[in-house]
């Protein structure tokens, strides 16, 4: 597979880092860790929400940090789709809205059925003109998925997505992020401290302890070697 | 009833609000997202008209803008007349004595809005500008209508300040609280007791509106 997305990040404050991962085009890649080990802030760098002291980020072959020549590409420019932990929908607008505003580049026409192409593949028909708050966590996870999808992004970044969500809302989680695999070769980077749900839909499981990664395992591996630190970890 | 001072009370609290609210907009979004050394200082400058006898405040501004200062002479040098005792004054004292009324409101309707949404903003591709169009201002405006309300209400109802920089020549600078006062001093309390009862009734009503679109914009928010 080739590679999607490299990054190499080094901080010492407010959360010590020291992180290399390689994402192929296609792969779901999952770092696991206990809480307060740079996980989120890993997610932040490549999104270009957080600077750290020293980055590289490329994606698709295009440099979008560089600290060393100086290069820091906006947020805005980066092309990432995130789904925050909070979910972040714009309160004031409608779900249908708020995949919209995802969706600046094209015509003001297309957005509209565009918009609820997404929320339909999210299976969230009859909802699209409710606002989050008229919404179940669930459905505003999924709003979110849908917005962060809008973009057509180059990488895929969810942020502790099966925290605070009910086994019927995991499951329905872990089929939209099949179904958005099945239908791109988008790379996903998901953040997570649940094991069993990152094994679940990741190819890859990493552990990430103190801005480090320790381990990375495919997800084979980590179903049958029972001796790794990733089984350790969840054993503890 | 002393219709002039009324009208001129009126234009001071309308253009106060114009000039007012760019300002308090920025300023009060600037103090909400910025972090740096000094912000402090300048949260303290913003709010020091809240705490300061208006008698003090109005010194300074009439020493500020007097003849022989460097703002009095650009005045004098732009139009060929003095800044003090003139509405100008007036208006530019009304302004820095509502600051905190204004941008206060307006910092806090910021600082409410989650630093995620703003993320989210700029990772769906927004520019600064429009995620203050599109994101914030739908958000804040209840903070920002309030500081509008108050600031209008209050230069309604000002009078120390008004005395010291624009003295109370009618037509000018003579607003309606001055006029209640020059009434109260000639024993007219008749007249006095008319004009104060106005006063309340405006500055009763866009109170009272403030808190209703508050409370519509915080149900459709």
């Known amino acids: ?236 | 009833m002393d219709w002039q001072a009324l009208n001129l009370s009126l234009a001071l609290g309308g253009m106060t609000v114009l000039i007012l609210m760019p300002i308090a907009l920025l300023l009060g979004r600037w103090l909400a997202f910025a972090r740096f050394r000094g912000r402090a200082v300048i949260e303290a400058l913003v709010t020091l008209p809240l705490v300061l006898p208006p008698t003090v405040i109005g010194f300074y501004l009439l020493s500020g803008m007097g003849p022989s200062s460097p703002i009095g002479r650009a005045w004098q040098g732009l139009f060929g007349d003095g800044l003090v005792f003139t509405f100008e004054a007036v208006l530019i004292a009304s302004v820095i004595v509502n600051l905190p009324f204004a941008v206060q409101p307006a910092q806090r309707a910021f600082e409410a809005i989650g630093q995620d949404l703003r993320d989210a903003a700029a990772t769906c591709g927004h520019s600064s500008w429009r995620c203050l169009w599109r994101i914030e201002l739908p958000l804040a405006w209840p903070g920002l209508l309030t500081g509008a309300v108050l600031s209008f209400a209050h230069t309604l109802g000002e009078f120390g300040v008004v005395l010291m920089v624009g003295g109370s020549i009618p037509g000018e600078t003579r607003t309606l609280a001055l006029s209640i006062y020059d009434r109260v001093q000639g024993f007219d309390m008749q007249g006095a007791n008319s004009m104060a009862l106005v006063l309340m009734a405006i500055s009763l009503a866009t109170v009272s509106m403030t808190f209703v679109l508050s409370q519509r914009g915080r149900r459709h928010g």
């Open chain 1, 1 to 236: 597979m080739a590679e999607a997305l490299a990054i190499a990040l080094r901080q010492d404050a407010p959360i010590p880092l020291d992180f290399r991962l390689e994402v192929a085009r296609g792969e779901t890649v999952a770092l696991v860790g206990p809480s307060g080990a740079g996980k989120t802030t890993v997610l932040r760098c490549i999104a270009g929400l957080h600077r750290a002291t020293e980055a590289r980020v490329v994606c698709n072959g295009r440099v979008w940090a560089d600290t060393a020549a100086g290069i820091d590409l906006a947020a805005r420019d980066r092309r990432v789709g995130l789904v925050f932990q909070s979910y972040a929908l714009f309160p004031h607008m409608t779900a249908r809205q708020n995949v919209m505003e995802a969706m600046l580049d094209i015509g003001a026409d297309a957005r509209a059925g565009e918009a609820q192409r997404l929320l339909a593949q999210m299976q969230l028909e009859g909802l699209e003109d409710r606002r989050p708050a008229q919404l179940s966590g669930g459905q505003q996870q999924r709003v979110a998925l849908a917005r962060a999808l809008a973009r057509k992004p180059n990488i895929l970044l969810l942020d502790e997505p099966f925290s605070a969500v009910d086994h019927p809302t995991r499951r329905q989680l872990h089929r939209s992020i099949e179904a958005v695999r099945a239908l791109s070769d988008l790379p996903i980077v998901i953040v997570t401290h649940d094991i069993e749900d990152a094994a679940r839909i990741a190819d890859r499981l990493c552990l990430v302890i103190d801005g480090r990664m320790v381990e990375a395992l495919d997800r084979a591996a980590f179903r049958t070697d029972p001796d790794t630190q990733l089984a350790r970890w969840m054993a503890q």
